[in-house]
């Protein structure tokens, strides 16, 4: 999803186990943003964990211009990343997310 520099993100992360069904996923698990230069923990009331189901709303003055990537851990021993899962753009033209309110 391509999106436009200042605009809040909202997010709904799937997290499923090869056989399709729902991975569990503690609530204690820390959601992080990265790019290539720099990762940082989102804030807890930035998301909420059900089940395999991470809904996630960034504000829009946290991220600048790139790619991000999603990095759940939980515990020592679950990590899940979405590889640029979100981009934000300052071109209105190669926007592909929007909101209709």
Known sequence: MIILL???VTVKWTITKCD???????NTA????EDAFDKFLLAKDKYTIVGGV???KIPGDL???GKYNLVLV???SK???SKNAIEITNNPNEVTASCNV
Do not use: K, P
């Open 74 to 76: 939980d515990g020592i």
């Open 63 to 65: 991220l600048n211009i």
């Open 54 to 56: 991470i809904d996630i």
């Open 30 to 33: 820390n959601l992080y943003i």
């Open 6 to 8: 200042g605009n809040s």
């Open 79 to 81: 990590r899940f990343v």
């Open 20 to 26: 399709g069904t729902a991975e569990v996923i503690n």
